[in-house]
């Protein structure tokens, strides 16, 4: 399965299966730079900056990296995706760069479904991630989780399992293990495909009623009460 391949971004690269699958698709793509947070919460973070770093530097690949620490245990998650986006964004601002790419992928999208779904989503939150947004691109939406581990050993691409991916006090790992696991992969998948399909919908469904309204207002008719 191919997935996008677009020049001169930021790649968001942790060490696991997905994103070093992720880097070594656009390997050679030119102008990308490779991103990495060490966020010191495992002991053996330090395994995976040095096994993105040796990657880029096979390769001749820019990396950069930042390292903090957090400063409490509650409410980790939002912590560290602020850290991460506010680096990618910073270095899009310094080097001229308009896209970071990350390496979320079909697994993701179900779980982010299911969440949304469980906590009472509306209409909006039922179409899942988009593959675009403004400066970020998710090129691998349409593939699954089973498939990068199949593919990275395969062609032999190396990663490094995150130990607390497995810990459920993290909100979306406790989705990933527990409720998922309740639902089944086979519905997982099947709920990707719908979520996939009713994001097309959607945007479709928004876009003619938001040119509907325009056409009716320059008509016009612009008094609704």
Known sequence: ??????????????????????????RKVSGIRVAHVNYHIR??????????????AKYGIPFHVMEV??????GIE?????????????????????????????NDQAETVLMRL???????????VHKQMGKLVRPMLHLTKEFIYAEC??????????????????????????ATKAVGHALSVIWFRWSAN???????LF?????WFSVIYRAGYRDWE
């Open 43 to 56: 002991e053996d973070s330090n395994v995976d900056q040095k096994l993105v770093q040796d990657y880029c």
């Open 78 to 106: 939002e912590w560290a995706r602020d850290v991460r986006y506010s680096f990618f964004k910073d270095l899009c601002d310094t080097f001229a760069i308009n896209t970071i790419i990350t390496a979320h992928n079909a």
């Open 153 to 178: 050993k395969r062609l032999d691409i190396p990663y490094h399992e995150d130990s607390t991916n497995v810990d459920t006090k993290y909100l979306r790992n406790w989705f990933r293990h527990e």
């Open 1 to 26: 399965m191919n997935i996008d391949l677009i020049e001169n971004s930021v790649l968001a690269v942790s060490g696991g299966a997905d994103s070093m699958y992720l880097l070594h698709q656009y």
């Open 207 to 211: 876009g003619s009623l938001g040119l």
């Open 198 to 204: 009713f994001g097309h919908q959607y945007n479709f």
């Open 118 to 128: 469980l906590r009472g989503t509306g209409f909006a939150g039922l179409a899942g």
């Open 69 to 74: 620490r957090p400063t409490k245990d509650t």
